[in-house]
Structure formats: C-alpha cells, structure tokens
C-alpha cells in the first residue's frame, strides 16, 4: 500500500507542478484581468473533467481495481472510449459556445472545447493505471505532459493571449493521452461506452451527480464572484489556490489512490476501514494547516515574485482559504470509504449537501464582504460539509455489520 500511495503521490506531483507553472506563468504573463479568464476556462475544465471521472474512471476504480489483468484491459476499452466520447461531446458545446461569445472569454472557451478530448483520455489512463496497481505508468504519463508543456508554453508566451496559452496546455496534455495507448497496449473504443453506461448505471450517473456537484460548485461561485466582485476576483482566489499548490498536490495525489486502496481494505480486512479513512482524513486537514502556517511567513518580496501583482490580494487571504482545503481533506477520508463501499446514495447525498453549501457560503460571503467574505464562507461551507460525510460514513459502516450480528445470534 505504501508504495502504491507513494507512486500516487509522485503522479500528482508531476501533475500539480505543471500546473502550477502554467498558472504562475500565465498570471505574470497576462496581468489580473486576463488571468481571471483563463481561471474561468480552468473551473469549466473542472467540471467537464468531473462528468468524465463520474462515468468513466470512478466505476473503473471501484469494480476493476485489484482484478485479473484481462478483466482490468477489457473495462479500460470501454472506460477510457466514454472519456473520449464525453470530450468530443462537450467541446463540440464549448467550442460552438465560444464562438458565439466573442470578446475575452469567447476565444478562450472555444480553445478549451478544441483540446478537452485529449485533456480528458490523459485523465482516464492516470486513473486506469491506478486501478491495475502500476501507478509508475501514470507518473511517467504525467512527466511526458509536462516536458510537452515547456515548447508550448513558450509558443504561447510569444503569442500573448488567453487562448493561445488554453491551446498549448491542452496539446501537450494530448501529446501525454497518445503516449498513454503505447504505454497501455491500449485503444479506446468509443463504441463501447454505450455498453459500459448501461453496465455500469447505478454508480456511473450517481458519481456523475456527485462530481458535477462539487464542480459545478465550483464554477457557480467563479461566475458569481466574478458578477458580484468582477473578474479580477477569481483570479485573487485562484492566486491563493496556487499558493497551496503543493498541499493541494498531496491531496489530489492521494485521491488518485485512496478509493483503490479502500476497496482492498474492504475485502482483505473490512473491519479497519472506518480507521483507515478517519487516519486518511485527519493527516490531509493537519497537512493543510501546516501548509497554511508556513505561508503566513512568506515574505512580499518572494510572494511578489512569484505571483506579481496577484500576490497582495491573495496573500490576505491565506487563512480562510487554508481552513477551507482542511476542512475539505478532513472529509475526502470519509469520502473514500463510502466510494468503497459503493454508497453510492450515501456519498451523492453528502456531496449534493456539501456543494449547496459551498455556494450558499461562497455567494452569501461575496455579498456581504467582497473576496474576503467569499472565503471564509466556503471555509464555513467545508467545515459543514466534512461533519456529514463523516456521519454518513458511520451509518454506512454500521449498516454493513448489521447482517452479520444477526447471522452470529441466529447460529
């Protein structure tokens, strides 16, 4: 397991520092304004990213992980072609979207529909790797995007526009997709994502409403901040995200793995999985307020540099914004378990909860205290959300024992 975590961690590493550098790259290259746009690319990203995992990687995770090599290829076909299919799909929207928008944001989004097929099948071959235990694949899958993304972010720097930089961070990502069909033996088959949706329904749509629940969220309260504040907003919160970019990399890193590895707890030893989560959980929310502490030390001079003109304003809002990724990693543990589990009501329960009020606090905060008050209340938000995932959890684990105490009275 601990290799298995440690090769998790590794992948998300690889993966977080490029993208780290292209929003360093892009917020000092394209000033507040023009960073705020790209942001709002980033989170649409997000939640069509969040659409894929839901139907394609996250049942892969939780039926095929662990299983004989011929199963694993055979569920991979069908997972990675509804990937690519879901890509192809909603591109095509944001690309007719894109073009009908104009201004900054239109060019910007149609530039995201071009490159989301490929964003999304380098996903899937991360998340399939995991599931066969080889998580070394989706490290060196990862390592190939970044050294793609150098060459073309440099092109995209000469050309200076939004768009321009959405293309160069989407093709390379496609350069890392194609690699991953030759590192897999591998290719997708769109024409069995129909059969892989119908076999795979009753997680696969319940997933896709609880990611799109929690991006969705996300982008809800983008685009409100950006009405309620204006668009340089979203780049401050998105600038203080990218200061914790390397905790937010142990934590995706960890998500890539923790549902596996849930899933073999349950099987091998299913009376330590609740231990397990609730020592998953508590180490991401400590990790993420020592983070935190350690950027309130920082000085201007280095944030500056970093950041330029966004480090000010999102350096005022380091505290908020370290409280709520803790109090998001506390119950990510929890969210594991129930993954394993495969409650799937359960988890779609906690999450469609935990997203109302993240943008209740996030738009109510924005209302009565501008960026600052948007951030303490998605903290509020997360602190909220963590308490029912774990109660969730708890009714979930007791309601799986329940038949075995009756078997053990009866006999």
Request: with cysteine; charged share 10%; proline share 3%.
């Amino acid at each position: 397991m601990a290799g298995r975590l440690s090769w998790g961690l590794a992948d998300q590493a690889a993966s977080s520092i490029s993208n780290f550098a292209v929003g360093i790259y892009v917020a000092r290259s394209l000033g507040l304004t023009a960073f705020g746009v790209f942001s709002l690319a980033w989170v649409t990203y997000g939640v069509v990213l969040s659409v894929s995992r839901g139907l394609a990687t996250d049942p892969l995770v939780v039926r095929f992980s662990g299983v004989p090599e011929g199963d694993w290829r055979a569920a991979v076909v069908r997972s990675s072609g509804t990937a690519l299919g879901v890509g192809a799909a909603v591109g095509a929207v944001c690309l007719a979207v894109g073009l009908g928008l104009g201004g900054r944001v239109g060019p910007a989004f149609a530039g995201l529909g071009v490159v989301l097929p490929g964003l999304l099948l380098q996903d899937a071959w991360r998340y399939s790797f995991f599931a066969a235990g080889q998580g070394r694949k989706a490290f060196v899958n990862d390592v190939v995007w970044g050294v793609a993304l150098v060459p073309a972010m440099v092109v995209a720097a000469g050309v200076g526009s939004v768009t321009a930089f959405v293309l160069a961070w989407g093709v390379s990502a496609a350069v890392a997709a194609v690699y991953g069909c030759f590192q897999s033996g591998i290719r997708p088959g769109l024409t069995g994502a129909r059969e892989w949706l119908r076999d795979h329904r009753d997680l696969g749509y319940r997933y896709l409403a609880e990611n799109v629940g929690v991006s969705g969220a996300s982008q809800l309260r983008a685009y409100g901040l950006g009405v309620i504040v204006g668009v340089g907003a979203v780049g401050v919160i998105r600038g203080a995200e990218l200061l914790l970019g390397p905790f937010l990399a142990v934590l995706m890193g960890l998500s890539l793995v923790t549902v596996a590895e849930a899933a073999r707890v349950l099987r091998r030893t299913p009376h330590r999985l609740g231990r397990f989560c609730l020592f998953l959980g508590a180490g991401q929310a400590v990790a993420a307020l020592l983070w935190g502490a350690a950027l309130l030390l920082v000085p201007d001079r280095l944030g500056e540099l970093v950041l330029g003109d966004v480090w000010s304003a999102s350096a005022a809002i380091i505290v908020p914004v370290t409280l709520g990724v803790a109090g998001a990693g506390l119950g990510t543990g929890a969210a594991a378990g129930l993954r394993a589990l495969a409650a799937a009501r359960r988890s779609l329960r906690c999450q469609l909860f935990a997203s109302a009020c993240y943008v209740a606090g996030g738009l109510g905060g924005a209302v009565a205290g501008g960026t600052a008050g948007s951030a303490w209340g998605v903290a509020g938000a997360a602190a909220c959300g963590s308490a029912v995932w774990w109660l969730q959890l708890r009714a979930a684990l007791r309601e799986r024992h329940r038949p075995t105490i009756r078997e053990v009275r009866t006999s």
